[in-house]
């Protein structure tokens, strides 16, 4: 909650005012307030409040002669005049010394309102930490780390009691969603379209039924946590909610807020997989769709499913390995949906078997200045979304002869070459800039900042954070990829 603190000559003004205002709802408390400028001038120097209103005509100190003592002693805080006069000259007198409003008497509630809601979004942007620290002190996890989250939700005016936890809001788009208009939430950008909302469980609810009545486009790519998390779930409860916003690639028919799937046990909805012949596997994996619509599946079934295809046919002897996919974002843009994915598994494995004709994969001569065009391509899109099956389609090459030009020119693989070009720049980036770490995550390539974190930790030896202090510490160049 942020303070206010009231200055009127009048106790009768201030008992008004207080009484008008829905002080809580907007995210303030009144802590205090004063029927004259030298009383207020001690008082505020005592609460040292975010926001006061000050009536501009006052015996002894007027409002704007508060207002420079106030500056004068380095008291920062929104001021905002209220008076009887609408006098133009004194309001604009006010505006020119620095004052953040100015409302008449008698006190409009929705214009007092409408200014608290600005001061709080000014306030919010000035003391709340920037994204990336919030976003290291999730994937932190330390009991030091929760209690100063604790303090961020409380400096954005949520609280959690025992009762009423928090929920966390997970949404899948290019925009965050104006929600913190309608109730008090934390937004934290952690990837390329994707924002977490954390928020008390009430408002959650609230916000839940007025979802309820919007059509299914505007559902989609949105998703909830459990209900009743405090900070040290916050990790585990973003993977939950990012499960249920992926319920438009999963074609679930019922779009539910609670996890509906029966089994995160891979080997039992998939045990089938591994037995009998091809046609059985296919008709196994058009069983396996029927469960995705159902919602007994979610997209993180899917991607194991399609991994273990992946893994099938590398078991058959075609070479397969970079065609591997490693997040939801990556599945999400190689595919439409669950159903293009099973097409795309039963293409391979029809092709496996020689039921459709593709392109000889084995390496030929003279193929180097296409290499070489694909490689630029590479070094200056790497930002971007790459996967070995678009370059299949953009370079009108089958996969399996990118991957073996990758080991033929590079004596590396195609994902160890992009994973380099990816980190390298990162760690530019943190040793030569002050950028926040989540948006150079974006910029290299990675949509999503936790797995970017743990990439980076793979290769540098050292998370993100870690690594940007040392350089700084040690300002020396890290060894290359």
Not at 17 to 30: M, P, Q, R
Not at 176 to 186: A, D, G, T, V
Not at 273 to 290: N, R, V, Y
Request: a negative charge.
């Amino acid at each position: 909650m942020y303070k206010v603190f009231l200055v009127d000559d009048e106790e009768l003004v201030i008992k008004s005012l207080k009484a008008t205002v829905d002080w809580k709802g907007s995210g303030y408390e009144v802590a205090g307030y004063a029927l004259s400028g030298e009383e207020a001038v001690e008082a505020v120097k005592r609460i040292r409040p975010d926001v006061i209103f000050s009536d501009i005509r006052m015996p002894g100190m007027n409002g704007l002669e508060l207002k420079k003592r106030l500056d004068d002693a380095g008291v920062s805080a929104k001021f905002l005049i209220v008076s009887g006069l609408a006098e133009f000259a004194l309001a604009q007198k006010a505006i020119q010394n620095g004052i953040s409003g100015y409302c008449l008497k008698p006190f409009d509630e929705m214009e007092i309102t409408g200014y608290l809601r600005k001061f709080k979004r000014e306030l919010d942007a000035y003391r709340l930490l920037p994204e990336g620290e919030i976003l290291d002190l999730i994937e932190a996890g330390t009991p030091e780390a929760h209690s100063r989250l604790r303090d961020e939700l409380a400096l954005a005016g949520i609280a959690g009691s025992e009762k009423d936890g928090l929920r966390i809001m997970l949404s899948v788009r290019r925009d965050r969603l104006p929600i913190h208009e309608k109730i008090p939430c934390l937004t934290v950008r952690i990837g390329y379209r994707k924002f977490i909302y954390v928020m008390a469980d009430r408002d959650a609810d609230e916000l839940m039924a007025s979802f309820d009545s919007e059509d299914r486009q505007f559902l989609k790519g949105i998703g909830f946590s459990k209900r009743g998390i405090d900070p040290a779930g916050f990790a585990q409860a973003i993977q939950n909610a990012e499960l249920q916003a992926y319920q438009y690639f999963t074609l679930a028919e019922i779009f539910t807020w609670e996890e509906s799937w029966q089994t995160n046990d891979m080997k039992s909805a998939f045990a089938m997989l591994a037995e009998g012949d091809d046609q059985a596997f296919i008709a196994q994996l058009d069983s396996l769709q029927a469960m995705f619509r159902s919602g007994h599946l979610n997209i993180r079934h899917a991607l194991l499913l399609y991994n273990d295809c992946i893994s099938q046919l590398s078991r058959k002897g075609r070479e397969s390995d970079e065609l591997y996919l490693y997040s939801f974002e990556q599945l999400a843009e190689q595919f439409e949906d669950v159903q293009d994915m099973i097409d795309d598994l039963k293409r391979l494995f029809q092709e496996e078997k020689g039921q459709i004709d593709h392109q000889q994969v084995s390496v030929q001569p003279g193929r180097s200045s296409t290499f070489s065009v694909m490689l630029e391509y590479i070094n200056e899109h790497f930002g971007e979304d790459i996967t070995i099956l678009g370059l299949s389609k953009q370079f009108n090459l089958n996969p399996n002869y990118i991957s073996q030009l990758f080991r033929k020119e590079l004596d590396k693989t195609f994902t160890e070459y992009l994973t380099g070009l990816r980190i390298n720049r990162a760690s530019e980036l943190l040793r030569t800039t002050s950028i926040p770490i989540n948006e150079i995550a974006d910029h290299v390539g990675y949509k999503d900042y936790f797995y970017f974190s743990k990439m980076f930790k793979k290769i540098m030896g050292v998370p993100p954070r870690g690594y940007r202090y040392d350089q700084n510490q040690n300002n020396s160049n890290p060894a290359p990829f």
